[in-house]
């Protein structure tokens, strides 16, 4: 069988892709992955042959243009409200899930994010590349929707791998849900009029499934999985931290408890930054009984003056084998590190910020008991956080919450179990086709 990744340019993007990708390689498929020139390095350092579509996508040089698109987007709107708004995909308050919204957030994100991420140029590559390849099985990441068109226009079947929860399913089925009960012409459909030329543009139509593809490989537990109608198929999270080396120092065990203090890959190669202080983030450890291992480039130290006397500071360390040495660890939200965390049934506090999932995910997390996160939105207030973390050591609820969600993941069946199942459930689709 012959098996085509498409992924965003984003290292954490691809990263949730590698295990499945081996996996399907041990088995004796033929595995390719193609993505923006930028990943190129990326891929190729996994040992992963890669196939470059479109244009770089340049994400250090994208933030602006992104905000701009953002606001061009909403001007489209009669009564446009703030253009952040109109991007909180995670909004499920029912009182704000007007028609009206709906409509204006896929606008924006339409305009602003999936048309920008396959643009014209890569979805042309894409299309050519499956055609001359012609893979049996495209796996593409939720938001590289030309993976599917390519899918469609050589007679694959196609499946999304979620990166975080799937606030596009959900979202989407809202949309449809609420354009069903207006007048046929006041029914606004961006996506699917984008989508729709797009695919005709060689010689398919729209369907459902180029939105969310014909099954979703979901590696989140299933309890802390927003609620679709959509065919999915459970996976389990196998964590991928790149290349790394373990450190002399991680080789021997803690001589006291641990806590990882960790910002993600995805604030210093996507968004550029921390919308988090990082010295309030110190100041609040600073006083507690535990070693405290963080992973903060030189960028992200500018602006400390002082590291506390428990701190070990750490450009980069492999999650994977830092963590089973941890007794909680203090992130920012993002999937992999969250995912990373579930895996190794360490207790989490989460200091959220807007981006994509990360708001919905904590609150998730604290749901299930396996961890906490600051109150209000707010500074961060460095008593409050080293309360949070000392509270999260000292009771043992946190402990055993975060080990049920652990065995939940394990529970799931591996990327080697999967390969059978993708192949029958490939077989099945493209007899249908």
Not at 76 to 96: F, I, K, N, S
Not at 200 to 209: H, I, M, N, S
Not at 348 to 370: K, T, Y
Request: net charge negative; proline share 9%.
């Amino acid at each position: 069988m012959r098996v085509l990744f498409v992924t965003l340019a984003a290292p954490p993007h691809f990263f949730a892709q590698v295990p499945l990708a081996w996996a399907l390689r041990a088995a004796g498929h033929d595995v390719r992955v193609a993505s923006q020139p930028d990943l190129m390095d990326t891929v190729t350092a996994a040992g992963l042959p890669a196939v470059p579509v479109g244009p770089r996508l340049a994400q250090d040089e994208s933030v602006e243009k992104l905000r701009q698109r953002r606001e061009k987007a909403a001007e489209r709107l009669a009564e446009p409200p703030d253009a952040q708004e109109l991007m909180r995909m995670a909004e499920d308050r029912p009182e704000r899930l007007t028609p009206d919204f709906l409509d204006g957030l896929f606008t924006v994100m339409t305009s602003a994010i999936f048309q920008n991420f396959s643009a014209e140029e890569t979805v042309d590559d894409l299309v050519a590349l499956a055609r001359r390849w012609r893979p049996d099985l495209v796996v593409w990441d939720t938001l590289m929707m030309g993976g599917a068109v390519a899918a469609r226009a050589s007679g694959a079947a196609h499946a999304r791998l979620l990166y975080g929860l799937d606030l596009v399913g959900a979202a989407r089925e809202r949309h449809l849900a609420a354009a069903a009960g207006r007048p046929r012409g006041l029914r606004e459909d961006p996506l699917a009029e984008w989508l729709g030329w797009t695919a005709a543009r060689y010689g398919v139509g729209f369907t459902e499934d180029l939105v969310t593809g014909q099954w979703t490989l979901d590696p989140a537990p299933a309890s802390l999985r927003p609620p679709t109608a959509l065919p999915w198929v459970p996976v389990r999270h196998v964590p991928y931290n790149g290349r790394s080396v373990v450190p002399e120092w991680l080789r021997e065990p803690p001589a006291r408890r641990r806590v990882c203090l960790t910002l993600g890959l995805s604030f210093r190669e996507v968004m550029g930054g921390e919308q988090t202080s990082v010295p309030a983030l110190l100041e609040s450890l600073g006083e507690l009984d535990a070693e405290v291992v963080a992973t903060l480039d030189s960028g992200q130290l500018a602006e400390v003056g002082h590291v506390p006397g428990n701190v070990r500071v750490v450009d980069f360390v492999p999650l994977d084998a830092l963590l089973p040495t941890c007794s909680a660890i203090v992130h920012q939200g993002g999937f992999g590190t969250a995912q990373n965390a579930l895996v190794h049934g360490v207790p989490q506090i989460v200091v959220p910020n807007d981006l994509w999932d990360i708001h919905p995910r904590a609150a998730l997390i604290e749901r299930s008991g396996a961890g906490l996160r600051p109150s209000g939105s707010g500074p961060l207030r460095p008593a409050e956080l080293r309360g949070l973390v000392t509270r999260v050591l000292e009771e043992p609820s946190y402990a055993r919450n975060a080990a049920r969600l652990r065995n939940e993941i394990e529970a799931a069946p591996s990327p080697a179990d999967l390969v059978p199942v993708l192949q029958a459930l490939t077989a099945r689709h493209r007899r249908l086709s």
